[in-house]
């Protein structure tokens, strides 16, 4: 069947489309500065938590400390984070975004607020206003998201 044949036929794959028009928003902007989606968290992270260090990096990634090392260290050839001892504790470094690395993930909430106003164009006040409400009302009854 071809892409313009699909026809969806739950409310719930519907949802998903719009997922994934919103993921696909993110995943543009993020390669468009070429970047891979765990380095743009992790740069993202690093903004809102400056001076994190690595075990934490790896907590809220959901990765190995090997894995967040290997990656750090491409945002630090790249000029994007530095990481500095604190106190005169070389074991324990404190991560933090450069200028540079701050500046490339600048945009992104606007840039997925433009999404959003994007896909719900097609409604009117009223209608995102219901839609809204009834998403509201289903996510009530479902358990928070967590990144643990």
């Known amino acids: 069947m071809s892409e313009q044949g699909i026809r969806l036929s739950s409310s719930l794959e519907l949802v998903r489309w719009i997922g994934w028009a919103q993921r696909k928003v993110g995943e543009d902007w993020?390669?468009?500065?070429?970047?891979?989606?765990?380095?743009?968290?992790?740069?993202?992270y690093l903004v809102q938590n400056p001076g994190a260090i690595q075990r934490d990096i790896?907590?809220?990634s959901r990765t190995s400390a090997a894995s967040v090392s290997s990656?750090?260290?491409?945002?630090e050839r790249?000029?994007?984070?530095?990481?500095?001892?604190?106190?005169?504790?070389?074991r324990r470094?404190?991560?933090?975004?450069?200028?540079?690395?701050?500046?490339?993930?600048?945009?992104?909430?606007?840039?997925?607020a433009e999404a959003d106003e994007t896909i719900l164009?097609?409604?009117?006040?009223?209608?995102?206003?219901?839609?809204l409400s009834?998403?509201?009302k289903i996510t009530a009854e479902l358990p928070q998201p967590t990144r643990s």
């Open 30 to 44: 993020i390669r468009e500065r070429d970047l891979s989606h765990e380095q743009a968290f992790v740069l993202g």
């Open 58 to 60: 790896a907590a809220v």
């Open 71 to 75: 990656l750090l260290q491409g945002l």
């Open 78 to 90: 790249r000029g994007l984070i530095e990481r500095r001892t604190q106190s005169g504790d070389e």
């Open 93 to 112: 470094k404190r991560v933090f975004a450069t200028p540079a690395g701050t500046e490339l993930i600048a945009g992104f909430d606007v840039a997925m």
């Open 121 to 131: 164009a097609p409604l009117t006040p009223d209608e995102r206003s219901t839609l």
């Open 134 to 136: 009834l998403l509201t």
